[in-house]
């Protein structure tokens, strides 16, 4: 490798001026030397590389400097600001700045660190190795600046459901500029966003519509910020909306909900807003409220049912925001009625059959008299207790009672009409024998022949028919 080398006489007049030269000059004569000094003894650079690395930083913190050699021969390094004013000269710092700390110093390293970073140290620091040719290679320092303050602020303390509000973020003097992220409750929105640049620095401003709910009151509204100096920094707001009322009634007796007559009815109005319902009224669509009707705050009574008391009743809350109802329709059944068992009919029917007897000797008819017993079917003898079901399973359970009875009239009027019938076609089948003729072969003539018979007119009397 060659060197550089000067006349011993420039080194001697250079401190002897250095020695003379005035309090301020005289530190810079002397750098003045000891670059010189370097410069004689400094070989050439021949296969010599530096490195170093960009740096970003966030304001306030620290940053590190790092020029290395590469195949270092002992070449003098020195690091210098973007003013290009020596930061330190090998491990001589000349800068009287005491943020700049001496790290690390050797024949292949030069690392310096910086405290306390401001945006004014952002720039281009120089490394120089003092080779033939001098080689020089610079890093950027990149100082973030995370917003100095985060506002949200909402066009209205006070919203009413259906209403649309404008809530507004900014994030004050930032570096690079904010990115604001929206949130209501865990779900993400979408703002708009403007972006002021003053002085390397940037303010942004998020703007948010949002139409707000009854189920939005007490939720938050989020302002996020995203930038790289700064991680969960955020702030928030929680919505107020006022509603009006929402509106249920409550019936409280009877428990089952089946009302009869002589029952009491008992109805609870609960409302719900904000702010809360100062008014709870009760009226009867159609109609007014019965006479024995009693109202007592968000209660109704009805003591003593009748059918008179069917009808809508309405309950009615209201606050600053509106009006809302709700209604309940009364029906009043019949009170329970308990049928009691059917008995068990049977009826006896005599019937008189006529026989006429054709045997030689005329004798009176043989009377016959016959009972014939029939019964009615057996009503279901299920007592119909007051049922809490309805008024359905009661009407069931008495037409039931009613078919039933129908039926068994029914088939008894078939049965008897069928043993009325048979009787009938009893009575007229079957051989009949008269004495008319008898005699009649030993007559002269016709009238002998009628005269001698043993069933003439002289046994007409004896034939005789009865009928009970």
């Not at 703007?207 to 920094?233: N, R, S, Y």
């Not at 109202?295 to 049912?305: A, C, E, H, R, T």
């Not at 079957?430 to 043993?454: L, M, Q, S, V």
Request: aromatic share 6%.
């Amino acid at each position: 490798m060659a060197s550089a080398v000067l006349p011993s006489g420039s080194l001697c007049a250079a401190a002897a001026a250095a020695a003379a030269a005035p309090p301020g000059l005289r530190l810079r004569l002397r750098l003045l030397l000891l670059l010189l000094s370097a410069a004689a003894l400094i070989p050439t650079g021949d296969g010599q590389n530096l490195i170093t690395e960009d740096v970003t930083v966030v304001e306030g913190e620290v940053a590190t400097i790092s020029c290395r050699v590469k195949n270092s021969d002992d070449s003098v390094i020195q690091l210098l600001n973007p003013n290009r004013q020596t930061i330190y000269f090998r491990d001589f710092r000349p800068l009287k700045d005491s943020r700049f700390q001496l790290v690390n110093f050797s024949n292949s390293e030069l690392r310096v660190s910086l405290t306390n970073v401001s945006i004014s140290d952002e720039g281009r620091y120089f490394c120089q190795l003092y080779t033939d040719p001098p080689q020089e290679i610079y890093t950027t320092i990149t100082v973030l600046v995370p917003p100095r303050n985060l506002m949200i602020d909402i066009q209205k303390d006070t919203a009413v459901e259906g209403e649309e509000i404008e809530v507004n973020c900014t994030a004050m003097a930032s570096k690079p500029a904010t990115t604001i992220r929206w949130f209501k409750g865990n779900k993400e929105l979408t703002g708009k966003s403007e972006v002021e640049e003053w002085s390397d620095m940037y303010t942004v401003t998020s703007q948010l519509m949002l139409t707000v709910g009854k189920e939005d009151d007490g939720v938050p509204v989020i302002c996020l910020v995203d930038h790289p100096a700064v991680k969960d920094m955020q702030t928030q707001r929680y919505l107020e909306v006022q509603y009006k009322p929402q509106v249920h009634i409550q019936l409280t007796y009877p428990p089952q909900g089946l009302t009869r007559e002589g029952d009491t009815l008992e109805l609870t109005c609960e409302a719900i807003g904000k702010p809360q319902p100062t008014m709870v009224n009760w009226v009867r669509l159609d109609d007014d409220l019965p006479q024995h009707a009693v109202v007592s705050g968000s209660n109704l009574l009805i003591n003593n049912l009748n059918k008179t008391d069917n009808g809508t009743y309405r309950c009615e809350a209201s606050n600053v925001v509106g009006t809302a109802h709700s209604d309940y329709t009364l029906y009043v059944y019949d009170p329970p009625t308990t049928i009691p068992p059917p008995t068990t009919t049977t009826t006896t029917t005599t019937i008189l059959t006529i026989i006429t007897d054709t045997t030689a000797t005329t004798e009176p008819a043989v009377h016959g008299l016959t009972q014939l017993p029939n019964s009615a079917e057996e009503l279901d003898s299920e007592d119909l207790s007051d049922s809490r079901a309805g008024e359905d399973n009661s009407i069931r359970a008495v037409d039931h009672a009613v078919i039933g009875g129908v039926v068994a009239v029914v088939v008894f009027a078939m049965l008897c009409l069928l043993i009325i019938l048979g009787r009938y076609f009893a009575r007229h089948k079957g051989t009949y024998f008269t004495h008319e003729a008898k005699g009649a072969d030993d007559a002269a003539d016709a009238d002998t022949a009628i005269i001698n018979a043993e069933g003439g007119q002289n046994n007409s009397e004896e034939k005789k028919e009865y009928f009970i």
